[in-house]
């Protein structure tokens, strides 16, 4: 197994953006605050990206695709209309055009990358295509300075920007750059050679992911989780703000390798109704099965505005996480999963179960 290598960028940030290209695929992981260089993430290489001291964020291309709802080979038309939109920016000024957030994702939805944007700008609305059309040149500029291509061949490093460190070599160059959170992501000694023994343990896990759209199958999984003692329980919805996001559907997961989901969007509900919907929930939720979830009090919040009193019995892996590492700087559920629960049960042999873990 290749043992993983971290690349930290820092100096100038169009040379330097170009020179990490060049040099991309000799990383397993990039330490970077340039949010450009997230197009640069594939299967077995992340984006470490430092959002503020003491904070990073490890970015997959499926992490991307969720955090700014574009596909990472279109990050540089994503940043090209939205740079403006910035904290330090109050809003898009003539310095500084932008469209929203939302505008961008569905140009790129519709369209793809910003030169076939343009070739559909007749077909816009008027606000939409006034917009694009005054701040072409600026959109262009910014869409050529994001744009970068992974080299046909990978390119030496210079000497003294290569490094072959042991574990503790490694830590101790972390904490002197600053990176001490990335410490714990380094793999233990034994690392390789356990995971290769126990590689198998889940394997064989069937995976069943189905929607309930009719009333008997709705019936028959209320009936299935009131007989559980634990589930695990997931709200889908199109914004991160539960006081203003649509809730989508709700998703519950029974047993390893399987989960049901129940749209709560009309035109996805089949024969269900809202009102049927939130009746059976809400009489679930007043039995005595636990709900495990990860940051629930957003789950809760959207299930109380759409007349679903949530239940009073759960489990929060978001609290337990701050509660047993308190000093982690991130404590999403894929990081988590990832570096402390799914590892604790491959060791163990168990299964990821809510009820074995916690």
């Known amino acids: 197994m290749r043992r993983p290598r971290h690349c930290g960028h820092r100096g100038a940030r169009i040379s330097s953006l170009t020179s990490l290209a060049a040099h991309a695929e000799q990383f397993t992981n990039i330490v970077t605050a340039d949010r450009r260089a997230l197009q640069l993430c ?35 038309t994503y940043l090209a209309l939205t740079e403006g939109d910035k904290p330090e920016v109050a809003g898009s000024t003539p310095d500084h055009p932008a469209v929203t957030v939302r505008e961008a994702r569905r140009l790129v ?47 030496d490093l210079p000497p003294s920007l290569s490094w072959k460190l042991d574990g503790k070599q490694q830590q ?5 750059r600053g ?41 028959e999984l209320l009936d299935r989780i009131g007989r559980c003692r634990v589930i695990a329980l997931d709200t889908e919805a199109d914004d991160n703000d539960p006081r203003t996001a649509l809730l989508l559907g709700i998703s519950f997961s029974v047993a390893p390798g ?33 709900f495990v979830g990860h940051h629930l009090k957003y789950d809760f919040a959207l299930l109380q505005r759409n007349a679903v009193e949530p239940p009073s019995v759960c489990f929060d892996t978001l ?8 000093d982690l ?30």
């Open 258 to 290: 399987e989960a049901s989901f129940i749209p709560f969007y009309e035109r996805d509900m089949g024969d269900l109704t809202r009102s049927m919907v939130q009746r059976g929930l809400q009489k679930l939720f007043q039995g005595q099965t636990t």
């Open 179 to 219: 990176f001490s959170s990335l410490i714990r992501m380094l793999p233990l000694a034994d690392t390789a050679t356990r995971r290769v023994g126990l590689a198998n343990d889940v394997s064989g896990i069937s995976r069943s992911y189905h929607a309930v759209r009719n009333s008997r199958e709705f019936s």
């Open 42 to 76: 594939s299967e077995r290489r992340a984006i470490h990206l430092v959002k503020a001291p003491g904070s990073i964020e490890r970015m997959t291309a499926d992490a991307v695709q969720r955090s700014l709802g574009v596909p990472k080979e279109h990050v540089p």
């Open 319 to 326: 609290l337990a996480a701050q509660e047993c590492y308190g």
């Open 109 to 155: 939805e519709l369209h793809g990358d910003l030169p076939r944007i343009y070739q559909h700008l007749p077909a816009m609305r008027f606000a939409l295509r006034k917009k694009l059309a005054e701040s072409r040149k600026i959109f262009e500029q910014r869409y050529l300075d994001n744009t970068v291509r992974l080299p046909d061949s990978s390119a």
């Open 329 to 358: 700087d991130m404590v999403n559920l894929q990081f988590l999963a990832r570096n402390y629960w799914d590892a604790r049960s491959r060791r163990t042999g168990t299964s990821c179960r809510g009820e074995r873990l916690f």
């Open 172 to 176: 101790a160059l972390f904490r002197e």
